[in-house]
Antibody, heavy 118, light 105 residues
Framework: EVQLVESGGGLVQPGGSLRLSCAASGFTFSTYNMNWVRQAPGKGLEWISFIDTGSGGIYYADSVKGRFAISRDNAKNSLYLQMNSLRDDDTAVYFC???????????WGQGTLVTVSS | VLTQSPATLSLSPGERAALSCRASQSVSRYLAWYQQKPGQAPRLVIYDATNRATGIPARFSGSGSGTDFTLTISSLEPEDFAVYYCLQRTKWPLTFGGGTKVGIK
């Protein structure tokens, strides 16, 4: 069974930093691309970042470019999101999601809540 | 940009639901539909416009290509009431539609 478990969320002050992790199991992590998607409270879904299997292809939404950094460790079956210079409007549930070239984004974790507030 | 309509659909169990997703430029067939219930992660329903994901009942079907897409639920079951999002993966950044809430009438 595919499992994606996010961690690292919490309360952080504006301008602060946070690192999210996503632990993957139930599939061969190194053969799948990965994404981060967020959802502000009561709002829709927003894709924010993608990383390919070998970390050679990385993309960001304009809203986080230059502030967030995606990375992965295939030996640890883990995905990360380093978030710097956090703003109030970064408050959201952050989901990690698996994707493949054949299907696209298929499985999602349950998400971790990040609250940016003073 | 993906525009979903209507924003809200109020229907009764057993009725047919038709949800629309319109793209501002062609996304070919690379459009997916996701179902999200309160407090849960999204679940893939349809990928590449017409393909049902694993475990999705046959009452769900997708159609369209280019700029106009439709998700149809032929006969609503109680567990189908949720918010549905479309997502295009043709070009970066990936973009979601604003969602359609299918509510109980």
């Amino acid at each position: 069974e595919v499992q994606l478990v996010e961690s690292g969320g919490g309360l952080v002050q504006p301008g602060g930093s946070l690192r999210l992790s996503c632990a993957a199991s139930g599939f061969t992590f190194s053969t799948y691309n990965m994404n981060w998607v967020r959802q502000a409270p009561g709002k829709g879904l927003e894709w924010i970042s993608f990383i390919d299997t070998g970390s050679g292809g990385i993309y960001y939404a304009d809203s986080v470019k230059g502030r967030f950094a995606i990375s992965r460790d295939n030996a640890k079956n883990s995905l990360y999101l380093q978030m710097n210079s956090l703003r109030d409007d970064d408050t959201a549930v952050y989901f990690c999601a698996r994707s493949s070239t054949s299907i696209g984004v298929d499985y999602w974790g349950q998400g971790t809540l990040v609250t940016v507030s003073s | 940009v993906l525009t979903q309509s209507p924003a809200t659909l109020s229907l009764s169990p057993g009725e047919r639901a038709a949800l629309s997703c319109r793209a501002s430029q062609s996304v070919s067939r690379y459009l997916a539909w996701y179902q999200q219930k309160p407090g849960q992660a999204p679940r893939l329903v349809i990928y590449d416009a017409t393909n049902r994901a694993t475990g999705i009942p046959a009452r769900f079907s997708g159609s369209g290509s280019g700029t106009d897409f439709t998700l149809t639920i032929s006969s609503l079951e109680p567990e189908d009431f949720a918010v549905y999002y479309c997502l295009q993966r043709t070009k970066w950044p990936l973009t979601f539609g604003g969602g359609t809430k299918v509510g109980i009438k």
